[in-house]
């Protein structure tokens, strides 16, 4: 066999194609008769179940999700501040049944690493080889004084999208004009780094046009936050003296029948409060003792996105601890790697060394979008940005320019919906 | 066996061994492209382009002048500084092997008709076939989203986007109106 001219080589690329591990399907392996059990049907979860099928038809995929229906959080601030619905945020899940895959909604109650099962509420225990833990975060109850989960009933956290977003909602459309609305951001780590100053931005488009006289105030323990320059921008452009933010400045102790808020400098009335607490692993993370104790994180190796402190458990999404920014695309880009490492270990294949992305937009108002892009190249068991790549919009850019943005936030959204759900 | 012999099945392993990275290459990178573009490229949304099926040297080229600044976009420059050459190869490679898959979309049937006319006094010479052709590794027109092409086109014709387009774009978009441009696009988003 030789190759011949251009055409042969592309042909046998074509059919290099067929093999290649990743989605291309093959006959019956030790893949096709594996059993791999994901845990959590989020950005994450629903990507890795989805790839799996795609990767293996043959395989029993298992889904295990505590909710019917999924809620988004990417895009809720636009529910917050009353520019769309919950339908635009909610999705079933019975295109992924349609695939083949199985979803149980239920609780994990327990996962023992060592006999590789995983027990739900209803009392069934379930086998895998693989398991796939995409939990999202909890909150660190406690860290501000008065604030628990009965205080979250009038302070709202709003940032595990559903009930909590519908609250929040209706107390921003129910204030008086003239009303102090704060947002208490959380410290780094946490999910959806610009998401609080997404929601100012959106809370303030608002008021700008239903109640002019209220104010927004952001308390920060941070001293700098996520597309800071584009959003400090924004907010002179278009909230100038609607919104302000405190850096550096840490909410102690919340007093939620009064919606005050005391920080060490100072004692703050709100109208409507929404209090971010500090987040950690989900808890299915915990039950599965993936969680480095002393971050509250799972360290994971990245060439897979195994557990580093259980073998056969594989943590992707919000709960790794990761110098990617914890969004749904980075949930997205990890669920992919995670699934061509498991089947390319139940193949007994070859790793092909990842590259992994995240893409976040936000919206400062309805047409004005910004957007930051990160390429990350695993060194030496490091993930690390590639040099010269990826940032932030461009500053002082023209309102096309963040119109366009504000048009693909949307068809963002779109796509990666569909490649979950769709 | 002779030495050329030997040395031709040699390279025959060795070029399959490649072309095999390069696939799982491709499809591992090209999946990266999935949360904004769609699954294999088949984007649902409707003003981000569909870019399985598109010919593999338009997509080579447009990443490289993505890269480059040559090609204005807001987002694709800051995402095509994170690859190389090899790895932008694999991904063309992992693209322009997928099935085309037209949108669905509704279409105004006066904007129609306006634009075929104007599709045959300004654009056919390039992109025939009434944009389904891919000759000379021409972007296939026909079935993209009208939302996408929109946009496109307004952009090459809005003296304010600072990066250049492709020359000859610019210069044919340049004296067509916003309403010129829509019904160019769903004249191409209505042809298969």
Known sequence: MTIANRRDFLRLLGSASLVAWGIAPRRASAAAKAKVIVIGGGYGGAIAARYLKMGEPEMEVTLIERNKRYVS??????????????????????????????????????????????????????NYDSCVLSPGVDFEW?????????????????????????????????????????????????????GPYERASLVAHYFK??????????????????????????????????????????????????????????????????????????????????????????PVDFATFESRLQKNIYVIGDATESPMPKSGYSANSQAKICVSAILARLRNEPLTEPALTNTCYSLITPDHGISVAHIFELKNGKLSLVPGSGGVSPMDATPEFRRLESIYAHSWYKNITTEMFG | MTHSMVKSLLLAVSLTL??????????????????????????????????????????????????????????????????????????????????????????????LKRGEKLHIKRCEACHRDNGTSMALDMQPLAGQWAGYLNIYMG?????????????????????????????????YASQK
């Open chain 1, 73 to 126: 959080c990417p895009m809720s601030n636009e529910v917050v501040g009353g520019e769309a619905s919950m339908d635009f945020l909610t999705f079933g899940y019975d295109k992924l049944e349609r695939q083949g895959i199985k979803v149980i909604f239920d609780t994990v109650e327990a996962i023992d690493p060592q006999a590789r099962t995983v027990r739900i509420k209803s009392g069934k225990t379930l």
């Open chain 2, 18 to 111: 490649s072309a095999t990275a390069s696939a799982d290459l491709g499809s591992m990178l090209g999946n990266t492209c999935a949360g904004c573009h769609g699954l294999n490229g088949a984007s649902a949304g409707e003003t981000m382009p569909i870019i399985s099926g598109l010919p593999r040297d338009f997509i080579f080229m447009a990443m490289k002048e993505y890269r480059e600044g040559t090609r204005g976009s807001t987002i694709m420059g800051r995402i095509a500084k994170g690859y190389n050459d090899q790895q932008i190869a694999a991904m063309a490679d992992f693209f322009a092997r997928q099935k085309r898959t037209p949108a669905t979309q509704k279409f105004d049937l006066a904007a």
């Open chain 1, 209 to 298: 046009r239903h109640k002019p006289k209220s104010k927004i105030i952001i308390l920060d323990n941070k001293t700098k936050f996520s597309k800071e320059g584009l959003f400090k921008q924004g907010w002179k452009q278009h909230y100038e003296g609607i919104i302000t933010w405190h850096g550096g400045d840490a909410v102690k102790r919340v007093e939620p029948k009064t919606r005050k808020v005391f920080t060490e400098a100072q004692t703050y009335q709100g109208d409507v409060v929404n209090v971010i607490p500090n987040q950690l692993a989900g808890k299915i993370a915990h039950l599965a003792g993936v969680v480095d104790k002393s971050t509250g994180w799972c």
């Open chain 1, 142 to 194: 406690g860290d501000i004084e008065g604030y628990d989960e009965a205080a979250a009933q009038i302070m709202p956290h709003a940032w595990k999208a559903g009930p909590q977003t519908v609250l929040l909602a209706k107390q921003i459309q129910d204030m008086k004009d003239g009303g102090t609305f704060i947002i208490c951001a959380p410290d780094d780590p946490f999910r959806c780094p610009p």
């Open chain 2, 155 to 187: 952009t090459c014709r809005d003296p304010k986007w600072k990066s250049r387009h492709p020359d000859a774009m610019t210069v044919i978009c340049s004296d067509l109106d916003a309403e010129d441009v829509a019904a160019l696009a769903q004249f």
